[in-house]
């Protein structure tokens, strides 16, 4: 038995030692032949007449070149294989040690074997419920795999075709069970030594044990029945025995050291290679991530620049203006840099991600300096997409500024055609008319062949042309027709409002502020006597003003700027503002702006004069309460409170039916300071020398005759000049400033004592416009309320909103989606009763009706 495990334990100890890390290291290769076999489709015998070469066998030269270069080892996570490692993997292929390898060999290394570790059923199909049991493959027992493992769908194991080496038994087992036990795995021949190593030692330590176990029982035996003649030689004999059992024993002892020492030996050389492959796994997970991270990031940053080159190139109007199509050209390159910045922008968030994890924790090594690499390349894109923005935004800028030049100039040429000899404008309405030929739009064909005629000198370029009517291709509103006619200036520099075209030879009307608003009535001449100023006829609108005024210093002084058409627009779900003939609140009304309504401001905002209040303070004779009211709110309006004739008993006297004492009847007795009411004049009673008056009780509205004077001169009821009565209903104020908190309503008939008063407060004048509806034509002025607010024939979508084809909700059907942000242009003014607004997109000149607002939000 001790000669058994001897033997078994020969690969691991003896002179002749088996090299099990290189039986590893042909695992590998097995590995990486078997998935070139599968990927090829060829069996191992073609593939071993591809890889001997011309040889008949396999050299190890041929070997080691074939092996460095194959893509299915150099890709394992492991890493390729050092020579020494394909070297010692080439001597267990060449298991004769002479050199070369043979077909058989070769097919032999490259099997998949199993080893079993726990008994397990080996069954005909796949599918455990369906198949029927061959055989059972036992512990220890090996068994080639015929197929890679696969799942079996109806229990969820992983099985695997063999074939055991035993008896060629054919079927499929499980490598493991669903609570985790392992039946058969990888076939190992360190492994599979040790289990027969151990499977021997304990079988010569066990029989060494009992052998002398029995031997002294025995010995025992012969002890107890005397030592002489052949017991003696009996028990010597059995001495020898046990010497030899216990020889067994120290042998056994000896061979277990040295399978110990081998074992760690192994271990060392294992850790050895797992410590290997984890570097060489991390080099190449590195290496990896490296190559990924610096090939997006240059292959990024090149089309990123080459995009952001090509928009900075056009970020000048100048350079653009040379193009055939340089609003194309530069819409193109702003998409382009646009997408390089968000290809450069996802770069960085890959590169990112590939920094997190393993590599961001990392604190030596390969993935350290991936970490410092990654980090290099995110320095070095964030410049790149921050060009590519600034890129965008030049050109956007630049576009702007091109687009603009050319619609000023088509404006500016339509301007000076519309100048008449004389100096003065046609009108815009007849001229719009004319151009339009009746429709609601002028068409830019129509816009282009007017521009076109004008002379030479008030022409635009051609280049200009074109882009100045880019953005009338659907036509051009009657809206938008004022707005290119009618020049509109903002002061930005003080300057003077003259009388005459001359500087010299005019006089101030008087100084234009900045922030004026002025209207341009002529083409602009150039003054020479002073030096070349740039001088136009202007209306400001602030006061409807005109005279001439300097748009241009002689030494190129801006003293006034380009600026919209002003409209202004009445929000407000319902309710009206009044228009008044005159910028003052006491004019006459001769009309009225409606909720939704849309003005163009002729003349204003100024404030009208200021005016005053004439203030009473006092308190109600019905319930006490004192307060401030206004008696009168201008000088030339109806008082709110008339005389009220009304008189008080200054004594105790008599309330009788008649005028005669003698002839009446006492109703009651007067108290004094009771309120009465004169229903007719006083009368003098000559006979008694006293003069009566008929009067009304204010507190119980009885009626009758009193003694106002008796004929002794003593006052009874005497006339009340501070009680006044109301004719129109005022708010009764806590504070002498009106528009403060209000008490309570002073009602028509109510009485009320004046205490202080009357006292003028002034007030500041209402902030007015005078305008006129787009809808309507009214014109007038009105107060500029909260609710007023500046509004343009142009419009941006809030919200998403639908396009109808009609003003009629019930009847009209959607044109399209219009998108949030997306241009509107107003084709005609707001229908006030609806809250629609006829418009055209932009984009793509879809044109019909909007809601301004819509539950509760505003839409436009």
């Not at 087992?173 to 151990?198: D, H, W």
């Not at 050291?257 to 997970?285: N, T, W």
């Not at 006619?485 to 005459?500: H, M, P, Y």
């Amino acid at each position: 038995r001790m000669a058994k495990a001897t033997a078994a334990a020969e690969p691991l100890v003896g002179e002749a030692k088996e090299d099990f890390v290189g039986a590893m290291y042909l695992g590998r290769i097995a590995d990486a032949l078997r998935e070139r076999a599968r990927k090829s489709g060829k069996q191992f015998e073609a593939l071993f007449d591809e890889l001997k070469g011309s040889g008949d066998l396999l050299t190890e030269a041929r070997f080691l070149e074939v092996m460095k270069e194959l893509p299915e080892l150099i890709s394992q996570e492991s890493g390729p294989l050092a020579e020494e490692q394909l070297k010692a993997a080439y001597r267990r292929f060449d298991a004769d040690g002479v050199g070369t390898v043979t077909l058989k060999q070769f097919v032999d290394g490259c099997r998949c074997r199993y080893l079993c570790v726990s008994s397990i059923a080996m069954t005909e199909s796949l599918a455990v419920s369906e198949g029927k049991i061959i055989r059972k493959l036992e512990p220890n027992e090996v068994a080639e795999g015929l197929e890679p493992p696969t799942k079996d769908e109806s229990s969820g194991l992983p099985r695997v075709k063999v074939r055991a080496e035993k008896d060629g038994a054919e079927g499929y087992v499980a490598l493991s069970g669903n609570q985790g036990t392992v039946y058969i795995e990888a076939f190992s021949p360190y492994e599979a030594c040790m289990r027969k190593l151990e499977a021997a030692m304990d079988d010569a330590i066990t029989c060494a044990t009992s052998t002398l176990a029995h031997l002294k029982n025995k010995a025992d035996e012969l002890s107890k029945k005397g030592g002489l003649g052949p017991l003696a030689e009996a028990k010597a004999e059995l001495m020898k025995l046990r010497m030899r059992a216990s020889k067994a024993q120290s042998l056994h002892s000896q061979l277990k050291k040295r399978v110990s020492e081998a074992q760690k030996g192994h271990a060392e050389k294992l850790e050895a290679e797992r410590l290997r492959k984890e570097e060489a796994a991390e080099k190449l997970r590195a290496s990896r991530i490296s190559t990924e991270a610096t090939e997006l990031a240059d292959s990024t940053s090149a089309l990123a620049e080459k995009a952001a080159a090509a928009a900075e190139a056009l970020t000048s109007a100048e350079s653009a203006a040379k193009l055939d199509s340089p609003l194309q050209a530069m819409d193109e390159a702003a998409r382009d840099a646009t997408s390089a910045a968000q290809a450069v922008a996802q770069a960085t968030k890959k590169i990112l991600a590939l920094s997190a994890g393993e590599v961001n924790s990392a604190s030596s090594g390969p993935l350290l300096e991936t970490r410092r690499l990654l980090m290099r390349l995110k320095v070095k894109l964030a410049p790149i997409e921050i060009r590519c923005k600034k890129a965008v935004a030049a050109i956007q800028v630049a576009r702007g500024a091109l687009a603009g030049d050319a619609e000023r100039a088509v404006a500016l040429a339509l301007r000076a055609g519309a100048v008449e000899a004389d100096g003065d404008t046609v009108d815009a309405d007849a001229l719009f008319a004319k151009l339009s030929g009746g429709e609601a739009r002028i068409s830019a064909a129509a816009l282009r062949r007017h521009l076109e005629g004008l002379p030479e000198a008030q022409r635009p370029k051609a280049t200009q042309l074109d882009l100045g009517l880019h953005s009338h291709a659907a036509g051009v509103t009657r809206l938008g027709f004022m707005e290119l006619l009618q020049d509109f200036r903002r002061c930005v520099k003080d300057i003077a409002l003259t009388s005459g075209f001359e500087v010299k030879s005019s006089s101030t009307l008087r100084k234009l502020e900045k922030g004026e608003l002025l209207l341009v009535l002529s083409g602009v001449r150039v003054d020479e006597t002073v030096g070349g100023l740039q001088r136009a006829r202007c209306r400001a609108m602030l006061d409807g003003a005109e005279g001439w005024v300097t748009l241009k210093g002689n030494q190129g002084t801006d003293f006034l700027e380009p600026a919209e058409k002003p409209y202004l627009y009445f929000d407000a779900d319902e309710g009206s503002l009044p228009l008044l003939k005159a910028c003052d609140s006491s004019s006459e009304q001769v009309g009225e702006m409606i909720a939704g309504d849309v003005f163009e401001v002729l003349e204003g905002p100024r404030r009208e004069p200021p005016w005053e209040i004439s203030r009473i303070r006092g308190k109600l004779q019905k319930d006490g309460k004192g307060g401030w009211v206004t008696l009168k709110e201008r000088p030339t309006a109806q008082p709110s409170f008339e005389s009220s004739r009304m008189m008080i008993c200054k004594a105790s006297t008599a309330l009788t039916t008649d005028f005669d004492i003698d002839a009446c009847q006492a109703v009651r007795k007067l108290e004094t300071g009771e309120m009465l009411m004169q229903l007719e004049p006083p009368n003098e009673d000559s006979v008694r020398k006293m003069m009566r008056v008929h009067v009304r009780c204010q507190n119980d509205g009885k009626e009758g005759w009193a003694t106002m004077r008796g004929n002794a001169g003593t006052s009874y009821i005497a006339d009340s000049f501070l009680h006044h009565r109301c004719v129109r209903s005022v708010p009764l104020e806590t504070n002498y400033a009106s528009g403060s908190k209000v008490i309570r309503t002073v009602e028509v008939g109510e009485l009320f004592e004046v205490l202080e008063g009357p006292s003028t407060e002034v007030k500041e004048g209402a902030l007015r416009a005078r305008g006129r509806s787009l809808r309507r034509g009214d014109v007038g002025w009105f107060a500029m309320e909260p609710s007023v607010h500046p509004w343009c024939p142009r419009h941006i979508c809030e919200k998403s909103a639908d396009l109808l084809s009609s003003a009629d909700a019930a009847t009209a059907t959607t044109v399209r989606r219009l998108d949030q942000g997306e241009g509107l242009e107003v084709l005609d003014c707001p229908a006030s009763d609806m809250g629609l607004l006829h418009v055209a997109a932009v984009s793509d000149g879809a044109a019909g009706f909007a809601r301004m607002r819509g539950g509760g939000e505003r839409l436009l």
